[in-house]
């Protein structure tokens, strides 16, 4: 099983990027997902988080801006992220705690680099 994330760049403040996150493999089922981030010398903190029926969760931080959206049949799920901020510069991770063929398993995705320059 894989997590594959995709969208990250270098934008300016108050630009928008879409990430993405696909899960791959013998799947069962995926549970929750969600995105994380990590600035350097800082924790992995969440940033937003869904679960299969669709209630999410935001940081405070990224509330309003940030929408977390996902696609059950494509095991995929979105980061959209609007109105930009320096301090959103961080390497972004998705997580799925993915269900297969015995185990629940939670996985992470490899991290996709995210710079807002001012």
């Known amino acids: 099983v894989q997590l594959q994330a995709f969208g990250g760049g270098l934008v300016q403040a108050g630009d928008s990027l879409r990430l993405s996150c696909a899960a791959s493999?013998?799947?069962?089922?995926?549970?929750?997902m969600g995105w994380y981030r990590q600035a350097p010398g800082n924790q992995r903190d969440l940033v937003a988080s869904?679960?299969?029926?669709?209630?999410?969760k935001y940081a405070d931080s990224v509330k309003g801006r940030f929408t977390i959206s996902r696609d059950n049949p494509q095991s995929t799920v979105y980061l959209q992220m609007n109105s930009l901020k320096p301090e959103d510069t961080a390497v972004y991770y998705c997580?799925?705690?993915?269900?297969?063929?015995?185990?629940?398993?939670?996985?992470w995705g490899q991290g996709t680099l995210v710079t807002v320059s001012s």
């Open positions: 997580n799925a705690e993915i269900v297969l063929v015995g185990p629940t398993v939670r996985y």
């Open positions: 493999g013998r799947i069962v089922s995926i549970n929750d």
């Open positions: 869904i679960t299969r029926g669709g209630s999410t």
